[in-house]
Nanobody, 119 residues
Framework: QVQLVESGGGLVQAGGSLKLSCVVT????????MGWYRQAPGKEREFVAG????????YYSSSVEGRFTISRDNAKNTVYLQMNALKPEDTAVYHC????????????WGQGTQVPGSS
């Protein structure tokens, strides 16, 4: 069974940085296209960043581009989200996702890690 476990959330001052991690177990990490989504209180879930299997291609929402960086370490089955220049509007629960190749099943989701309002 594929499981995703996020970590790294926490309180940070406006303008500060956090690095989120997501470890994947039970599957073949290198085959998954990985992503990060977030959901703020009272708002719909939104896409944040994605990275292809080989890590050659990354893509971001306009709200985080230039501030956030997604990366992956296939040897550690881990995807990261480096978040810099944090803003109050970045407050949300952040979820990582793992998408297998088409026709191999649906996307997997983690339980999320909280990035609370900055101090």
């Amino acid at each position: 069974q594929v499981q995703l476990v996020e970590s790294g959330g926490g309180l940070v001052q406006a303008g500060g940085s956090l690095k989120l991690s997501c470890v994947v177990t039970g599957g073949t990490f290198s085959r998954y296209r990985m992503g990060w989504y977030r959901q703020a209180p009272g708002k719909e879930r939104e896409f944040v960043a994605g990275i292809w299997q080989s890590a050659e291609n990354t893509y971001y929402s306009s709200s985080v581009e230039g501030r956030f960086t997604i990366s992956r370490d296939n040897a550690k089955n881990t995807v990261y989200l480096q978040m810099n220049a944090l803003k109050p509007e970045d407050t949300a629960v952040y979820h990582c996702t793992a998408a297998p190749p088409p026709a191999e099943g649906s996307e997997y989701w983690g339980q999320g890690t909280q990035v609370p309002g900055s101090s």
